[in-house]
């Protein structure tokens, strides 16, 4: 095979849960991760050395060297395979970048898909979610998508079942914010207030919604521990939460660590609406309408 596309989805956090900070660094989180039709492809060729080029309007963000994450799952593969492989990555970019969406995770599980294809090695999916294990922390999601709790750091997951279809769109930032710094943020804004921070526990009426495939519901019981660090950091997507109020979504939420906003419709048509006005609002750089839950990366 001398060329192998695979499609990766973004995802948004329907509950995202932060615990206290622990000793090593990280939280404690429950973290509802839900797959959208936003997809990255990532194309492997054949290849002498490991290297990536990327196309679409984000270029100018993603790095493409050794800090890109494609290269870096490829890079692991080939270890855990035990020989020296290459292959030329093409990252056809279409998921916005730091934008709480898990791109650059969308974009290492693709090669790793990829990549054991072009390679031929036909290692099993669970010795790829190994290796996306020690990638990142998103990279596990990104493989599986549908729609599925994260604990203990995000990482142990487990797959969740959805009665339905749900309609989002997602308002895209001009710019990103660094994960990290809103993970800071939001200590420091816990610190200050003094708050005693709970142990994190799955929503039951939010496992409901998502089980009977209830939109209200579900848009009733979105929550993000992340987003008054989000707002802290970038005022402005109050504004941008705000126009998608009132344009009727059921739900209004900052993705993961933002700065995109996430809106839930009532069902397609709703979203079409919706992302129409928003993307004349003047809130956000541009709306994109899409659906959930949808595959994880998948060859073409
Ligand atoms: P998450 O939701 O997983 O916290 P994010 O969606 O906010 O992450 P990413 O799009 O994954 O953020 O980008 C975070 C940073 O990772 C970028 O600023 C970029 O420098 C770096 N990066 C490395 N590889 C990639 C890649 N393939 N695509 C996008 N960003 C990448």
Redesign the pocket.
């Known amino acids: 095979m001398s060329s192998v596309t695979v499609r990766v989805p ?2 948004v956090n329907v509950q995202l849960s932060v615990g206290p900070l622990r000793e090593d660094g990280y939280h404690d989180l429950v973290n509802v991760f839900h797959a959208v039709s936003i997809f ?1 492809e990532v194309v492997a060729k054949e290849s002498e050395a490991i290297t ?1 080029t ?1 196309q679409g309007e ?1 270029t100018d ?3 493409i060297d050794d ?6 799952a490829a890079r692991a593969l080939a270890k855990h395979a035990g020989r020296t492989y290459g292959a030329h990555l093409i ?1 056809r ?1 279409a ?14 599980a693709g090669a790793l898909v990829a990549c054991n294809e072009l390679w031929g090695l036909g290692l099993p999916f669970e010795d790829l979610m190994e290796i996306a294990d020690d990638l ?3 990279v596990p999601f990104s493989m599986l998508g549908g729609t599925a709790v994260g604990t203990g750091r995000g990482e142990q997951l487990s797959e969740l079942p959805t009665g339905g279809r749900f309609h989002w769109v997602f308002a895209v930032a001009d710019g ?4 990290a710094a809103v993970y800071a943020e939001c200590d420091r804004l816990r610190d200050a207030a003094e708050v005693k921070v709970p142990w994190p526990q799955l929503s039951d009426p939010l496992l409901d919604a998502l089980g009977t495939g209830d939109a209200h519901q579900l848009g009733a019981y979105l929550t993000n521990d992340l987003q008054p660090a989000a707002l802290a950091l970038r005022p402005q997507l109050a504004r941008t939460l705000e126009a998608g109020q009132r344009q009727g979504a059921l739900g209004a939420i900052v ?4 700065p995109t906003c996430a809106f839930l419709a009532a069902d397609a048509a709703h979203a079409d609406r919706m992302a129409a006005a928003l993307a004349t609002a003047d809130v956000a750089r541009s709306a994109i309408a899409a659906q959930g839950p949808v595959p994880g990366a998948t060859v073409m």
Do not use: F, H, Y
Request: net charge negative; aromatic share 2%.
């Open positions: 973004a995802k990255d990536v990327v984000w963000r993603v790095p800090e890109n994450l494609a290269i870096q990252i970019k998921i916005p970048v730091a934008g709480g969406m898990a791109g650059g995770s969308a974009d290492a990142g922390s998103d990103g914010l660094s994960t993705s993961g660590s933002g």
